[in-house]
């Protein structure tokens, strides 16, 4: 148990980064378009911009811990492997399902019209984080050398973060499929793309890496005051870059390396605060844990209660048009999160106590939902 609760501060991360999230959501759901145009949302904007960010670094950084001293079991492409997969195809399953125009599969093959076929493919968070385990899974399982492992996955970050503007400005419709297209740059609307995106994950498990192997040589705190400092000076860096100071040809460059090294260096600096305040008080903030922990389910859940269309035809999105004020998306946005709290905290003490028992849960209700989507008519 003292093993495990080294990585608490993993889980308090994740647990904030989706405190934010729900923010991010409820405003950009019901606020009205008045206030957008004001200075304070110009600022929230960029702090809920660092959501994304460090949701990818986190998954990468988990996974690698997750996996640690277990490479020889995934070589073996035995039931680690598999078990990892299903995890990865069920992020894959609910990142498309959160893109259904209709939770019915007659009506959408009726209705469906090649728009909302462009907005199923949109590659958004929960596809880029599945592309990213994905990814390092298969090269974890493949490569034998540590060293070499790490240094893959060094090099296809750094290509990942450089190549991006490059990417981006082609159509990749042109050679391949618009589903797979969708995963280059944003042409066709994805929010996030592999390219730079997923640089955020493979940056993740590049620092977990590093990370275990400065806890295997006790030298844990200074490393993480060297995390500390490295997210300093990258958000310096980017912040000076990125202002006015240099001309618009050179910072306009759309996604610009420096774009990417500014927000990692916020999430550098989260992590480190993130494992200062576990070291300083490790009984506080349990409840910001349990919803790092059902982060998944919190993610997939609040959007459904949103933005799905379960109110005669009408999602709250619908309803609320963008006409709210500031007090009011306040409200809605605290009382979302204890709706969250108190559905993560219920999940999580039941798969504590039954841990077998939630598995069957979980793929029961993945079936029915799946059943429901290939009975119903017309929803």
Known sequence: MAEKTRFLFIDLLRGLAILVMIEVHVFNAFITPSLKETHWFGVLNFVNGLVAPSFLFISGFAFIISTQNKHEELSKFGTLFWRKTRRIGLIFLLGYSLHLPFFSLAKTIREVTPQLWISFYNVDILQNIAIGLLFLLIARAIIKSDKFFFNFIVISCAIFIFVSPFIWEHDFAHYLPLPIASYFNSVYGSFFPLFPWIGF?????????????????????????????????????????????????????????????????????????????????????????????????????????????????????????????????????????????????????????????????????????????LLIQNY
């Open 201 to 373: 994950l493979l940056a993740g498990a590049v620092c977990s890496i590093l990370f275990l192997k400065s806890r295997e040589i006790n030298n844990e705190k200074s490393y993480i005051m060297q995390v500390a400092a490295l997210g300093l000076i990258l958000l310096a860096a980017g912040h000076f870059y990125l202002s006015p100071i240099f001309p618009k040809t050179y910072t306009a460059t759309k996604p610009h390396p420096m774009f990417f090294l500014e927000r990692l260096g916020y999430v550098l600096l989260f992590l480190s605060l993130s494992w200062y305040f576990m070291k300083l008080l490790p009984t506080k903030g349990i409840i910001i844990i349990e919803m790092g922990r059902e982060s998944l389910l919190i993610y997939y859940l609040h959007l459904q209660i949103i933005y799905r269309k379960f109110l005669n035809g009408e999602s709250l999105d619908s309803i609320a048009g963008g006409s709210y004020g500031i007090w009011q998306c306040i409200f809605y946005t605290l009382t979302l999160i204890i709706l969250m709290v108190i559905v993560a905290s219920i999940w999580g003490g039941y798969k504590r106590r039954h841990k077998k028992g939630a598995k069957y849960v979980t793929v029961a209700v993945v079936s029915v939902a799946v059943i429901l989507f």
